[in-house]
C-alpha cells in the first residue's frame, strides 16, 4: 500500500504513467511449454551462486538439461514470463520458482512437479 501511494504522489508530482507490468504471462510462458528453463540475472549475486547447482541437479538428479536464459538487459527482464527479472524457473509452462532458490528447494520442487516422492 505504501508503494501505490508513493507512486501515486509521484505521478501526480511529475506528471507520468503509473508503473505497471507488461502483462502477456500466458504468451510468454507458452514459450517455455516443453522442458526446464531458467532464467537468471547478473543484477543480483545470488541467482549467479545458484544457477550452476541447478543446472547440475536437473541434469544428475532428473536427467533434464535445462535451457538457462540470461537476462542481460531491461527488455530482457519486461520480456521473461516472470515479474520477478532477476531469477525465474519455468518448467513445462508452468512458473515453478520466481525468486532465487537452494539446490536442496530446487529437488523439492522438481520431485513434486514429476509428482516423484
Known sequence: MFFAKLFEVC?????????KFKGNWEKKLGQ?????????????????KFVGE?????EKIFNIKPRVI?????KDAQNSPCAF?????????????DNPISKRR???????ALKIK
Open 11 to 19: 505521478n501526480e508530482t511529475i506528471s507520468a504513467p503509473t508503473p
Open 32 to 48: 517455455y511449454s516443453k522442458g526446464l528453463t531458467i532464467f537468471w540475472s547478473g543484477q543480483c549475486p545470488y541467482p549467479a
Open 54 to 58: 541447478l543446472i547440475e541437479t536437473a
Open 70 to 74: 540470461e537476462l542481460k538487459s531491461w
Open 85 to 97: 527479472g532477476v531469477f525465474c524457473v519455468v518448467y513445462n509452462g508452468k512458473v515453478v520458482a
Open 106 to 112: 530446487f529437488t523439492k520442487i522438481m520431485n513434486k
